[in-house]
């Protein structure tokens, strides 16, 4: 299963990127001969456009510019996020063919610390789903068993890392669309606070919900690039060291906390498979359970999703209905129905789980429970023995993006040789405490 750049780092990558050991041409293409068209996680390979990116990195290089540790890194970009000269398909007809003009804000700040994009990577359509096996490009198949999903709807990004294909890569998380295919492909998926990366040129799903996350093989190397798309404008493209020596190639922990041994809370699902939880518990034997409304919370990101998607694709769906794919047609006319009483009360009761959930992390330093209640189902399946898929899937991932918080999936081991996440959830600005904790948890 593995491509060139299983097993590698960031800081392994950037290391030979310096010594001259590789270039980042060399990288690209090794991106070109790991890509694996049976498991469809590239929509958009286009190789004279990657190398042209990455002579350009090279060329920096040569002139004496270390743009810090992502320059001549390969990076893969999900398809509903605008890179220039790549197409931007959104997983739909609506978009065949499709050429984005312009990068998105996270696309600019990744080239400004000289990463090399290389692709677009498959969605599911619009975004609006989480299985990864609804596009107008056909289902993304997960790498571990390829009648299997991967999850979504950052699929093809979570495949590629998964696969060794690249060791990054850019998605977008709504309801859990960077976690869920971390979860179910063994990667490491970052969802940061809403709005601490910027979505410009990112096709909307729910602007009240939609983040810009990151994807990598560890926790760590989410991070190195969680630091460039979060710095301030201009500042990665500075060349100058940040604290700890960043633009060496190390990724120090983010925040002053990352000092203390956090302290976390078990937040148990509301339906699971049993193994997966005990899988996960295991690695919090001592966390105290508390609970969490999760029917409450639900509803209150049921309300804001579909009212917003609907705002989105109203237009789109009188004009032209039949370039949907029935399945997200069928979500969206699902969501026209939602009645504007049920938006307001759902945001009052945001602010009054907001609240709550503050009033909790007072109490501990983060929230531990499963990424995902199971493992990945076979392609084309809407329903298991522990509930309907649609809403299984976003069960435990769904909360934090109402609430608007920082939430990290890493790998914790495997359930039938499939592969389980654990989902760490902390405050605003406590960022670190996740990090340190998924480094502890991964020795």
């Not at 000269?85 to 600019?108: I, K, N, P, Q």
């Not at 020596?245 to 190390?250: H, L, R």
């Not at 699971?272 to 919090?284: G, H, I, K, N, Y």
Request: net charge negative; aromatic share 6%.
């Amino acid at each position: 299963m593995g491509g060139f750049f299983t097993g590698r780092t960031l800081a392994d990558l950037g290391r030979a990127l310096r010594s001259g050991e590789q270039t980042a041409q060399d990288l690209v293409a090794r991106v070109l001969e790991s890509a694996d068209p049976e498991l469809n996680a590239f929509v958009d390979l286009d190789p004279e456009l990657a190398q042209e990116n990455a002579r350009w990195a090279d060329k920096e290089r040569a002139r004496g510019v270390d743009l810090g540790p992502l320059h001549g890194i390969p990076v893969a970009v999900k398809d509903i996020i605008d890179v220039a000269g790549f197409r931007t398909g959104m997983g739909s007809a609506h978009f065949d063919g499709h050429l984005a003009e312009e990068d998105a804000a996270c696309v600019r700040r990744l080239r400004d610390a000289g990463a090399v994009v290389v692709g677009k990577t498959g969605t599911q359509e619009f975004a609006f789903g989480a299985t990864g096996d609804v596009s107008a490009s056909g289902p993304v198949r997960n790498p571990h068993d390829r009648s299997r999903m991967s999850g979504g709807s950052s699929s093809g990004s979570a495949v590629a890392v998964a696969a060794g294909m690249v060791p990054l890569a850019l998605g977008t998380d709504t309801g859990g669309s960077v976690r869920i295919p971390s979860a179910f492909c063994g990667v490491a998926g970052f969802k940061p606070a809403h709005g601490a990366v910027p979505a410009d040129g990112v096709f909307p799903l729910s602007r009240s919900l939609d983040h810009v996350g990151v994807l990598a093989a560890s926790a760590a190397d989410c991070l190195t690039a969680y630091r460039v798309l979060a710095a301030p404008p201009g500042a990665a493209a500075s060349g100058v060291a940040a604290p700890g020596g960043a633009a060496s190639g190390e990724t120090p922990p983010a925040g002053d906390e990352v000092a203390r041994h956090g302290r976390a809370a078990w937040i148990e699902p509301p339906a699971a498979d049993p193994e997966v939880v005990r899988t996960v518990r295991a690695l919090f034997p001592d966390a105290p359970a508390e609970p969490l409304d999760f029917a409450g919370l639900r509803e209150v990101f049921i309300a804001i999703e579909f009212s917003e998607a609907y705002d989105v694709h109203a237009e789109r769906i009188a004009d032209a209905p039949g370039l949907y794919l029935p399945a997200t047609l069928g979500r969206l006319e699902e969501s026209g129905r939602m009645p504007g009483w049920r938006l307001v009360r759902a945001l009052r009761e945001r602010d009054r789980y907001a609240r709550e959930i503050a009033g909790l992390l007072d109490r501990y330093d983060y929230l531990a429970m499963p990424t995902m209640p199971i493992t990945a189902p076979e392609i084309g399946a809407t329903e298991n023995e522990f509930g309907p898929l649609t809403a299984l899937l976003v069960s435990c991932t769904s909360p934090w993006n109402v609430l608007g918080l920082p939430a990290l999936s890493v790998p914790a081991g495997t359930v039938g040789g499939l592969p389980v996440g654990a989902q760490l959830v902390t405050r605003r600005g406590a960022e670190g405490i996740l990090f340190d904790a998924a480094e502890r948890l991964t020795r």
